[in-house]
């Protein structure tokens, strides 16, 4: 398979603190992305980092790409309550071909009031 | 626009009928996309469409499944006959291309089938 890996699978963590969960690949990439679902909801795009890129903001994200290690990570600072969902990495392979994006199975957050 | 539509929301069917879900995408976008959400595989795409064609169908999972879009603005995902095995939540995607761009694919919120 060649679904991208988000580690760790569950995190729970208290309101307020940051929270990290990171994404292992295993072939070349053209960009990657991550989603957010929260329960009983479709996956909700975040962000988009291209494999020439090694770092992105947006508001209180923040990803990073280290393209040598095959690997992202996603910060979400100052966690607040609404936080809580699961978060997926997504993979776009430079091998070619017709596939869609490729999605690990992803981290599931919980963020404590 | 709403953005992605799917109906039913949840499903309830007995082994051996038939299960038609259905897709309404956004509008303008080329692509669509129909994946499958379980705990022990994650999500799994089946078949996606490209301006109303089918592009790459090598995630159905059998002949049971079958998916049709007949214009721009609707597609169905059919299951003939269901089986236990086919219990999952299908979620629809569409997006302006192949990989999403920097908007990313949107999803609806999927439907939750229920095979016994």
């Known amino acids: 398979s060649q679904q991208g890996e988000e580690d760790p699978q569950a995190l729970s963590i208290q309101e307020g603190e940051n929270a990290t969960m990171n994404c292992s690949y295993k072939?070349?990439?053209?960009?990657l992305q991550w989603y957010r679902q929260n329960s009983g909801r479709g996956l909700v795009h975040l962000i988009l980092i291209r494999s020439n890129e090694r770092e992105k903001h947006s508001g209180r994200l923040r990803v990073t790409l280290d393209t040598s290690k095959k690997s992202s990570s996603l910060l979400i600072t100052a966690s607040r309550a609404a936080d809580t969902a699961s978060y997926f990495c997504a993979t776009e392979y430079s091998g070619g071909g017709a596939d869609g994006l490729t999605f690990g199975k992803g981290t599931h957050l919980i963020i404590q009031p | 626009d709403a953005g992605v539509i799917q109906s039913p929301r949840h499903e309830v069917t007995e082994m051996g009928q038939e299960v038609t879900l259905r897709c309404k995408p956004i509008s303008g976008h080329d692509y669509l996309f129909w994946y499958r959400q379980t705990m022990m595989r994650g999500l799994e795409l089946l078949i996606y469409?490209?301006?109303?064609?089918?592009?790459?169908d090598s995630g159905m999972p059998e002949d049971r499944f079958s998916a049709k879009m007949p214009n721009a603005s609707f597609s169905t995902l059919k299951i003939q006959p269901s089986e236990p095995r086919d219990s999952a939540v299908y979620f629809c995607?569409?997006?302006?291309?192949?990989?999403?761009?920097?908007?990313?694919?949107?999803f609806g919120s999927g439907t939750r089938l229920t095979v016994v």
């Open positions: 995607a569409s997006s302006l291309s192949r990989v999403g761009g920097a908007d990313g694919y949107t």
């Open positions: 072939t070349s990439i053209n960009n």
């Open positions: 469409f490209n301006n109303n064609v089918p592009i790459d």
